[in-house]
């Protein structure tokens, strides 16, 4: 897995949180889109999209058709996702997003220690999730958040930690 493509999303995602980013763009790699997709999923992010160099128009994402993917232009692609942010005060939803594996390191998570994860009880060397926090995980059924991944009662490779 690319898991170096997962570390420096995770940052990227981060620091355009914290630089108050509407719109930002990621390499378009499966696992950028896997991560992506789940992220959406957990209502992290607004929207993902598949387009070029140039951002999509945000008032007409939800009806923008990229172009098709060919072996030319596979290289030029990137994948748009737009960051959320509460109505209110405009405070960023995402905001930490650490990376739990790395190259050098992957950290696995049985069934067992997953639903620890989820109570908030450490399951040694990882510490139990807090209020609004999230696992993403990877799967032999995908790149599922901690709570799916324990209805689906598999365990996988810890990705990242996701938090408000």
Sequence with gaps: MGLHNIVNMCSHLQNASRARLGLTSVPHTKYNLALALALHRAGFLSFV????????????????????????????????????????GGEPVLRSMKPISTPKRRATADL???????????????????????????????????????????GGMLLCRVGP
Excluded: F
Aim: proline letters at 8%; hydrophobic letters at 30%; charged letters at 25%.
């Design 112 to 154: 067992r220690s997953l639903e620890r994860l989820a109570r908030g009880m450490d399951a040694h060397p990882n510490r139990g999730l807090n209020l609004g926090e999230c696992i993403m995980l990877s799967t032999d059924r995908g790149t599922l958040e901690v709570r799916e991944a324990i209805e689906r009662k598999v």
């Design 49 to 88: 999209t598949r387009g070029g160099a140039y951002p999509p128009d945000p008032s007409s994402v939800t009806t923008y058709e990229p172009e098709p993917l060919t072996t030319a232009n596979v290289a030029r692609q990137r994948l748009w996702v737009g960051l959320k942010y509460s109505p209110g």
